[in-house]
């Protein structure tokens, strides 16, 4: 348990951070606008939240199927991006924000996705105990 609880925090940590990595600089290029809410702090803690359930989920599926995604960490992150990556181009098409931020979204899911399947892999291992 211990084992997941570690995973949960990296893969967590990981999912909230890269994406202020990704848009800050978009958003100093202007590529992207970053949404000004009344107050920032909601704002942040809100993405924290999502990024909890998106960690919660990425986390609990490997660690029930790592006897088959431990060796096919980075499939398991292609289908995690694929999908996050079509709901990036959904919201964009919905016109929920502009393509510059989807285009965000996207780069930042390709780091942080295969970065959090490497992590949990190492972390977590196989279901033998060991790290493959």
Known sequence: MR???WAW??????????????Y?????????????????????VSVLATKV????????????????????????AAVWWLMFGLGEVGSALAGQYGW????AGILAEAIYVPASAYLAKRILGSPGGSTP
């Open 9 to 22: 925090f990296v893969v967590l940590a990981v999912m909230y951070l890269v994406p202020f990595l990704v």
């Open 24 to 44: 800050g600089p978009a958003s100093a290029l202007g590529w992207v606008e970053i949404p000004v809410p009344e107050a920032p702090g909601r704002f942040v």
């Open 100 to 103: 510059g931020e989807a285009m």
């Open 53 to 76: 359930s998106l960690a919660t989920g990425f986390v609990g599926v490997f660690f029930v199927g790592r006897s088959v995604f431990g060796a096919r960490w980075l499939t398991y």
């Open 3 to 5: 084992r997941v609880l």
